[in-house]
């Protein structure tokens, strides 16, 4: 469809050549050529604006959900990820890509390129229970690509918002919804912890058999077949795999017979499974002849799930099953375990393959894909991202020198340059200081050697808490409810 778009112009173009040729060789009046001047202008700017608005990509946005770092294969791990494999060998594989602790905050800072503890999203995740929502007065990612143009469709686990309507993804500029409200829900009965029904079309509660992971690579196969590709298409895929409860299909299953551990072979088999939606998606795309013309983005939502001492209510587990290879901790905590996540950027002929080592973060997506797709990036609050695009596409160096990678009231970390400093406010008050560069698994806590370096981060820190909105979580658990709550927040150890 490009290149039609482009011959269409192209005849436009020749054709009003012809034309103002024709009338300058026939009236040479200066007012008249000036005339023709201007209309030239005008038309020559609307002939290359059908061009750009033609090379517009379909944007395909993927998320895992608590996948460990190293469970992927390209990674290392034994785990079957083929088709997720071939795609991050075909484009630019993201070694430091960074997220946040929790499933809401990540994708918050996705859908408005601003750090969560600005509009109180900053402690734990939105749950069943929760009566709060992303606030309906920030700019969200599919709204400013549907002012674009786009066609936007949201698959999977919402997990911004359930309690009131303006919350919905439909509410907040996703032209279609399938899927959950929240994270955790029985991948069969489609039920959230408390046996509640939360599988949705749009609006309305559906009933449906079917294993949810393969479902929403059906459903996302089926959004791309029906999809007019004269419309840039912007479809986010958000899978609950492989979050608890650790349930995979038997065929899945019994592809990894030879792993002991029955919570280890579960989790494998869920996220070959994820894989296998993965492919199905793949293979619309290609049947549609859309791959060309389509920029793929996947990562996880935050690291692999570990078991911890104090119960969250999000995705807690009792056993470990997943492998965040040579990071720190888990989900949850404030190491490079549970932040620090797989990652990679594909789209034929416009990414390089190849390992990206610069350091992206996840409110960096935001501008990015407003750049690429042609959207507007001005509106009225700051964004905390910064376009990566020419550091994906090209492996240029990133201008992005510090990261606020998590604060909250009892809590926080900051990266300046190759320096990561973990804040625990909560008496005893204690820091951590790691060189990321040199020590990527945190074994050298250097904060007594470095005091100086310590200070001065830690005013730094101070600055970005100054600007904090108050926990809406924190809000939330003042409010009366028929649901017990967890009561904690904050260091939450790893359990050996």
């Not at 009338?23 to 005008?42: D, G």
Request: net charge neutral; charged share 25%.
């Amino acid at each position: 469809m490009r290149g039609r778009h482009a011959g269409t112009a192209g005849g436009a173009l020749a054709g009003l050549h012809r034309t103002i040729s024709g009338n300058i060789w026939r009236k040479t009046t200066e007012e008249h050529l000036n005339v023709a001047r201007r209309l030239a202008a005008v038309l020559f700017g609307c002939a290359y604006a059908c061009i750009g608005a033609a090379q517009q990509p379909h944007i395909v946005y993927i998320l895992a959900d608590d996948l460990g770092w190293k469970d992927v294969g390209y990674h290392g791990s034994p785990i079957r990820t083929p088709n997720l494999d071939g795609l991050a060998q075909g484009g630019a594989r993201l070694e430091k890509f960074y997220t946040l602790p929790y499933s809401t905050q990540t994708r918050a800072a996705l859908m408005t390129g601003r750090y969560p503890m600005r509009y109180g999203l900053q402690t734990l995740s939105i749950l069943p229970w929760s009566r709060y929502g992303l606030p309906a007065d920030e700019r969200m990612l599919p709204q400013a690509l549907k002012e674009a143009g786009y066609r936007t469709a949201m698959l999977g686990k919402w997990q911004l918002g359930h309690f009131k309507k303006e919350f919905w993804p439909t509410r907040r500029g996703f032209d279609s919804f399938y899927g959950s409200f929240n994270g955790e829900i029985d991948y069969y009965k489609k039920t959230n912890r408390f046996g509640e029904p939360d599988w949705h079309r749009n609006e309305r509660q559906v009933k449906e058999a079917g294993y949810v992971t393969t479902l929403l690579g059906r459903e996302a196969a089926s959004a791309i077949a029906r999809h007019d590709t004269a419309t840039p298409l912007f479809l986010f895929l958000s899978f609950n795999a492989p979050q608890v409860p650790l349930q995979a299909p038997k065929e899945n299953l019994d592809m990894y017979r030879d792993i002991a551990d029955e919570t280890r072979r579960a989790y494998a088999a869920m996220v070959t499974a994820l894989d296998d939606a993965i492919g199905t998606l793949v293979s619309a795309l290609e049947s549609k002849g859309m791959m060309a013309n389509t920029l793929i983005v996947f990562h996880s939502d935050n690291g692999g799930s570990l078991p911890t001492k104090y119960a969250t209510g999000d995705g807690d587990v009792r056993k470990p099953a997943a492998d965040n290879g040579p990071f720190q901790g888990g989900k949850g905590g404030l190491h490079e375990g549970s932040m620090r996540v797989a990652a990679f950027a594909a789209w034929p002929g416009k990414i390089q393959p190849g390992v990206v080592a610069e350091r992206i973060h996840i409110t960096d997506m935001y501008p990015t894909l407003l750049k690429v797709a042609g959207a507007k990036l001005e509106q009225t609050r700051r964004i905390d991202g910064i376009d990566q695009w020419a550091t994906i596409a090209d492996g240029k160096p990133s201008t992005r020198r510090e990261l606020l990678l998590a604060m909250e009231d009892s809590r926080g970390a900051l990266l300046i340059e190759s320096w990561k400093l973990i804040v625990y406010s909560r008496l005893p008050v204690r820091h951590e200081l790691f060189n990321i560069q040199d020590d990527p698994s945190e074994e050298d806590n250097r904060a007594e050697r470095e005091p100086q370096r310590v200070q001065e981060m830690l005013a730094r820190f101070n600055e970005y808490a100054w600007e904090m909105a108050p926990s809406l979580y924190l809000e939330d658990l003042l409010k009366p409810r028929k649901y017990d709550a967890p009561m904690y927040w904050g260091e939450n150890p790893v359990r050996p």
